[in-house]
């Protein structure tokens, strides 16, 4: 079992910054890959982005690619993600995962481990 908690949430406005933290315990952190997801109201999970397990590779989706900035800590079992220049719609529930899983897999049902989510909420 790996346990997740995400932190760093909140409400800000369009073109701020805010770094999400994902904490890891119990089995060890750098045998996984860790992804970042978000889910808005009424809309799907979808995949924000990923790393593999040394952290030498991230793999970002397009609407977030050159503002979100995946990274992980193996010596403190964290993964962070750093979100530049944030809009409106980006306002949803930002979940960490783990998984053995490619670096480049982008579906929800791949990851084994689950957060339970913070709030991101960005004003217009």
């Known amino acids: 079992q790996v346990q997740l908690v995400e932190s760093g949430g909140g409400l800000v406005q369009a073109g701020d910054s805010l770094r999400l933290s994902c904490a890891a315990s119990g089995r060890t952190f750098s045998n996984y890959n860790m992804g970042w997801f978000r889910q808005a109201p009424g809309k799907e999970r979808e995949f924000v982005a990923a790393?593999?397990?040394?952290?030498?590779?991230?793999y970002h989706a397009d609407s977030v690619k050159g503002r979100f900035t995946i990274s992980r800590d193996n010596a403190k079992s964290t993964v962070s993600l750093q979100m530049n220049s944030l809009k409106p719609e980006d306002t949803a529930v930002y979940y960490c995962a783990a998984g053995r899983v490619p670096v480049t897999t982008t579906r929800v049902s791949e990851y084994d481990y689950w957060g339970q989510g913070t709030q991101v909420t960005v004003s217009s």
């Open positions: 790393i593999n397990w040394s952290g030498g590779r991230a």
